[in-house]
């Protein structure tokens, strides 16, 4: 195609593989590499409490570096994992990695958060998953309640009862669970009532649309999920917050915490302990200040 032959080697590989078969197959190979050869890493985005504005939590986000195609989003390479199995032992690593992460925040003296970690439906279905979890969370000697895990809706209701079991287990202990991607899985409302969880995080998608002056049909959803979730007692976060018209309908809501590029962008672990370093010393945050009381 019109694709010019730079002179750096990406532009050379990604024409060769040009083929989206062949890329496909090439990172999905690659994974293996990826994980013994340190090519993965963790970014954290910052989760803040809404009456406060304080960090209080953080998502850890993988990503990979690859030598060849650069830097690869997730949204592509996760899926790849997951048909491979490579999804299982790269979720261990990302568990150990957020765990001891979290952990060396603390041994530097500042404040306690939660680590959010991901997990997909091969790794919910691996074999011992909840021994496993809570080995890696005792082994860095965290409280229970510093994991927060994501799971989304889907593979949620894929299979109810397992689940149940499986959480039930982690959530005995104390570890939390989040619904990921809240409102967007096309499920019955039913499994709310079925499976322990702790978290609704509220899909972008909701959020995308609050800000504006029309509270219209959108607007009436997120408030509609907010106000479930409480009535369930779980607690609410929003994702994606981008706009401080879209975080003042979120206080009004009494939403109970955001992430997303107003407060935060996914950051490398040294600047999230810089954020909290900073909270710690008291200094005023960096995030818009919330909305006077009602
Ligand atoms: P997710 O768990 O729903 O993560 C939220 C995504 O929204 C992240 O994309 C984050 O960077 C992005 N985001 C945060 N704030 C904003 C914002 O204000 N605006 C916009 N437009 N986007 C925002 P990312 O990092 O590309 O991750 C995509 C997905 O990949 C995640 O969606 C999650 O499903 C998956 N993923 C990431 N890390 C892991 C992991 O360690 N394990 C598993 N199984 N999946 C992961
Ligand atoms: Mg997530
Ligand atoms: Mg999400
Ligand atoms: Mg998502």
């Given at each position: 195609g019109a694709r010019t032959w730079g002179e750096n080697s990406v532009q050379v590989y990604s024409s060769a593989a040009s083929e989206p078969k062949s890329e496909r197959l090439a990172l999905k190979n690659g994974l293996r590499d990826a994980l013994t050869r340190g090519q993965l890493f963790l970014e954290y985005q910052p989760q803040v409490d809404l009456a406060t504005r304080r960090i209080v939590g953080v998502e850890a986000l993988l990503r990979w570096q690859h030598p060849v195609y650069g830097r690869i989003d997730p949204g592509r390479f996760i899926p790849l994992a997951e048909e491979s199995g490579m999804i299982v032992p790269i979720g261990d690593w990302v568990l150990r990695t957020a765990c001891a992460q979290n952990r060396a925040w603390r041994d530097a003296g500042l404040p306690a958060v939660k680590t959010a970690v991901n997990l997909s439906a091969r790794q919910l279905r691996a074999p011992g998953m909840a021994a496993r979890v809570m080995e890696i969370v005792g082994a860095t000697g965290?409280?229970?309640?510093?994991l927060d895990l994501e799971i989304t809706e889907g593979v949620l209701i894929e299979d109810l009862d397992a689940n149940r079991k499986v959480l039930g287990e982690l959530r005995a202990a104390g570890v939390l669970v989040s619904i990921d991607d809240f409102g967007t899985g096309y499920s019955s409302l039913n499994y709310l009532s079925e499976l322990p969880v702790d978290i609704l995080k509220m899909d972008g998608l909701f959020v995308r649309r609050l800000g504006s002056s029309l509270r219209t049909r959108p607007y009436a959803i997120a408030e509609t999920i907010v106000a479930m979730a409480h009535r369930l007692e779980l607690k609410v976060i929003a994702e994606c917050v981008e706009t401080t018209e879209q975080l003042a309908d979120l206080d009004f809501m009494r939403c109970n915490e955001a992430q997303g590029y107003l407060f935060h962008r996914p950051l490398p672990a040294e600047s999230v302990g810089a954020l909290l370093a900073r909270q710690a010393a008291g200094a005023a945050g960096s995030a818009p200040s919330p909305a006077p009381a009602l």
């Open positions: 965290l409280p229970w309640g510093c």
